[in-house]
């Protein structure tokens, strides 16, 4: 794996990589280290997917955390400033770059264990990495994860998606699929769709700036329309929330668009399953950084280091 200096980093705090993967391709990865260095384990942030998605999106806990430890964030193929080529996008390409990054992050950190962060699509991705490769991750944390929706279980074939083949070579047609992408990522679009992830007209002027932005870089409707055809939903997660060995914490708020976990009850009768609720949108970190981070530490507390 090669590793580049990137200008132009999304976070402005520390220091921003460009890793060179031969199954994943550019992938851009920001680290933020406290001074002076500690020996917390490092964590990981991975951010949502939708239109206009990057590691912005985890901008709030990457300021915080990145005072006591060393933080990184991702930005997913086909979002940021990683790779947006057109190319099939799939849990699979998600999942293998989680875990080029975190092979990364480990080696720069005495191989140790790290603390892994998704937020709703990509809590899919992040476990499944966490599933498949356990001795990498020492915790889990899901926000607002998807997946567990309703009672009904996603028990589907290994790799298998919910997603439509036929759907998405209707939105990729040469004729329309950029005009489709535009419109679905002008500013009144894109903070339509934020009030309803916030559930609030009440959204972050920057979230929705940097959204709006990250939308005009080259190739950058091709990921998402993967997504809006749901390709990147995986038909057999239930499985794989149900295989994970490590500490998993689970966050959500009870505003917006997502606020079903109906699934998630049966996963926090697991002894090492748990989870805090919170009176906001889909964002909790964004609205309430306080009791959020406050919430994660007792989490993250009760786990020997």
């Not at 699979?92 to 892994?116: E, K, V, Y």
């Not at 329309?225 to 708020?253: C, K, N, Q």
Request: charged share 20%; net charge neutral; hydrophobic share 40%.
């Amino acid at each position: 794996m090669d590793v580049h200096d990137q200008e132009g980093p999304a976070l402005a705090r520390g220091d921003s990589i460009l890793l060179d993967d031969p199954r994943v391709g550019r992938l851009a990865l920001y680290r933020a280290t406290p001074s002076p260095e500690t020996s917390a384990p490092p964590v990981l942030l991975v951010h949502s997917v939708n239109a206009a998605a990057s590691a912005h999106e985890m901008r709030p806990l990457y300021d915080h955390l990145s005072a006591s430890r060393p933080t990184y964030a991702l930005d997913l193929p086909g979002f940021g400033a990683s790779l947006r080529s057109e190319r099939p996008y799939t849990p699979r390409l998600m999942t293998d770059a989680i875990l080029a990054a975190t092979a990364f992050i480990r080696s720069q950190h005495r191989n140790t264990p790290i603390d892994g962060l998704g937020l709703s699509l990509s809590c899919e991705f992040v476990a499944r990495a966490a599933y498949e490769k356990p001795s990498t991750f020492r915790t889990l944390a899901l926000v607002s994860p998807t997946g567990m929706s309703g009672t009904r279980r996603n028990d589907g074939p290994p790799g298998s998606t919910r997603g439509s083949t036929f759907l998405h070579s209707i939105l990729t047609v040469s004729l329309w699929h950029r005009a489709l992408y535009r419109l679905l990522t002008r500013p009144r679009v894109v903070r339509y769709f934020l009030g309803r992830t916030f559930g609030s007209s009440d959204i972050d002027p920057t979230l929705w700036h940097d959204s709006v932005q990250t939308s005009r870089r080259p190739g950058a409707e091709h990921a998402p329309l993967y997504f809006l055809s749901g390709l990147l939903f995986s038909r057999d997660i239930t499985r794989i929330y149900e295989g994970l060995s490590m500490p998993v914490w689970v966050a959500h708020g009870v505003r917006g668009d997502f606020v079903d976990y109906d699934g998630l009850e049966p996963l926090l009768e697991r002894s090492h399953w748990s989870g805090d609720t919170f009176e906001t949108g889909a964002l909790p970190y964004f609205e309430v950084l306080d009791p959020f981070m406050a919430a994660y530490a007792d989490a993250l507390g009760s786990i020997p280091r």
